[in-house]
């Protein structure tokens, strides 16, 4: 029977989905390590759990192996050691290697988790991504924008979801950035070239350096211009058929890409641009399951329960390749207006009437909520529909018809 730990700072829907499905695999003793009260956890989640300890900080390294030792000593031992943050990796990484848990070493989790030695490590494989430097000071910064023009993207080395990255136009908003922040050797500053394209994401399984099974979905638009753009309501779609000739190329470099960074056994998201004249170039990989509802959809489109499936991987190194049934899709539906609270939700029963059928899952604010900050937005509508057409004429229709209103 495996004594799994699983860290889980605090238990958001998403991650409490994890933890119970890692929970219900088969001969399984969970513990979990989080930074909340267990009594602050939902109650279906307690009564599954073998063992809980709460700790301060757990990207603490040293604070969490104290509680992973204390976790394990409840258990008896600790054979698998697993989390589904990006954020996370390098920590987890660090106590399995401490502790002797198999599993994501060190040197991996940092190929993945710092998005410049990423890079680095793609194009001496000879893979395609866009042009970076990580940037020690603000001469560094200035003198790679003169050397590769303009627009320019701007990011943290170990961001996550596309959060703090900016584009900048010209050199004077580069020299404002850099004069609020100042980069320096312990806080440096990762600026790439400017893909334009369409982008894409390449999910998928690896056991023992082989890559197993995949996934592949379209950005409508980019997650940058999402950014930009707060009023911009996004989607997501999963075409039903990934066979094509357009997805040759990805489908070469994205196993050559987890070759290089070292991802032995788990799941990845890579996200990719197809460039207007037809090369690609590889964006970001993350060695952990998709965020933004794009777990949920792998599910929706090949019709089985993806976190389930996540857990075993991890616990038992098992993975069984579903197919893929159905196209899905996601709308992404963020508040329009400059008021801090949604009033009202306008289109819903039209959507109902035309769209009701296809619907799989929604969650959609109530009149009075305050607005939220980040790209996912407010709320979301997941559809799903054998034909790939109808899915993407259904996003389309949602775009039109759903209007989320402040005051």
């Known amino acids: 029977m495996p004594n799994v730990v699983f860290v889980a700072p605090y238990s958001a829907p998403a991650t409490v989905r994890f933890i119970l499905s890692a929970a219900a695999e088969r001969e399984v003793r969970l513990g979990l390590v989080t930074q909340e009260p267990l009594d602050n956890l939902p109650g279906e989640l307690r009564q599954r759990l073998a063992a809980h300890w709460k700790v301060d900080n757990a990207l603490d390294p040293a604070a969490l192996e104290w509680a992973v030792r204390g976790v394990a000593e409840k258990l008896g031992s600790a054979d698998r050691l697993i989390g589904v943050l990006e954020h996370l990796q390098v920590q987890l990484a660090h106590v399995r290697e401490r502790l002797g848990i198999p599993g994501m070493g060190v040197e991996t989790a940092r190929n993945f988790r710092d998005k410049a030695r990423m890079k680095s490590v793609l194009r001496q494989a000879g893979l395609p991504c866009a042009r970076h430097h990580l940037a020690g000071s603000a001469a560094e910064a200035l003198d790679f924008a003169a050397a590769t023009g303009f627009p320019l993207v701007v990011k943290p080395p170990a961001g996550a979801g596309a959060k703090a990255t900016f584009r900048v136009d010209r050199r004077r908003h580069l020299e404002e950035i850099l004069a609020a922040s100042p980069p320096s050797s312990d806080q440096p500053l990762l600026l790439e070239e400017h893909l334009t394209g369409r982008e894409r994401t390449f999910d998928g399984v690896a056991i023992d350096g082989r890559l197993v099974w995949h996934s592949i979905s379209h950005y409508y638009p980019t997650p940058l211009e999402v950014l930009e753009n707060p009023w911009i309501q996004w989607c ?143 709320g979301y509508v997941l559809l799903r529909h054998p034909q790939t057409e109808a899915v993407r004429s259904g996003l389309n229709r949602l775009l039109d018809l759903l209007r989320l209103e402040t005051d």
Do not use: K
């Open 236 to 378: 997501i779609l999963f075409p039903r058929d990934v066979r094509g000739p357009e997805y040759e190329g990805i489908m070469r470099q994205g196993g050559r890409a987890l070759q290089a960074l070292g991802l032995r056994t788990g799941v990845f998201h890579l996200e990719w641009f197809e460039l207007a004249d037809g090369r690609l170039a590889i964006s970001e990989v993350a060695a952990r399951p998709p965020g933004a509802q794009l777990t949920s959809m792998l599910g929706f489109s090949h019709d089985f329960d993806f976190y389930r499936a996540w857990a075993r991987l991890m616990i038992h190194g098992e993975f069984e390749p579903p197919e893929r049934r159905y196209a899905a899709g996601a709308v992404f539906l963020r508040a329009q207006g400059a008021g801090s609270r949604i009033i009202a939700i306008r289109g819903l029963d039209q959507a109902q009437r035309e769209l009701g059928d296809m619907v799989v899952e929604a969650r959609l604010p109530e009149p009075g909520q305050p607005r939220r900050e980040g790209y996912e937005g407010d």
